[in-house]
């Protein structure tokens, strides 16, 4: 496994809940990854993201790792969720809140913060 692909499942296994997205929070570069991101933060979801766009090797260790092809993925507790289809619809149903609180506890979104996580540096 590459070391890149180990930082990877680390944020994954890490972190309560993951977003690879394409861009920051603060600077979405992608619709897709835009609703996922609007649906976690409805859901007061805690978010770590990722951006995939800095090397081209994040997105094919990615897949590699999680099994799913396309961008954006969402992790809770280090099970894949799905992309922004998935994650847009749970939130609409309320299935997101009951995923999150099942997995992360009834005060999950008790100081729901954002950060960034770069799997290309050692630093987290």
């Known amino acids: 496994m590459s070391e890149i692909a180990e930082r990877i499942k680390d944020v994954i296994e890490n972190e309560q809940v993951v977003l690879f997205m394409k861009g920051t929070p603060q600077f979405v570069m992608c619709g897709n990854s835009g609703r996922a991101l609007e649906a976690l933060r409805a859901a007061g979801a805690p978010v770590t993201a990722v951006d ?63 950060r960034v996580v770069d799997v290309l540096s050692a630093v987290s």
């Open 52 to 114: 995939v766009l800095p090397d081209p090797s994040i997105r094919q260790e990615l897949a590699g790792v999680a099994g799913w092809p396309t961008i954006p993925q969402v992790f809770v507790k280090g099970e894949l969720v799905g992309g922004a289809d998935i994650t847009q619809e749970l939130a609409e149903t309320g299935e997101l809140k009951r995923l999150l609180e099942e997995k992360l506890g009834a005060g999950y979104s008790d100081g729901a913060s954002e």
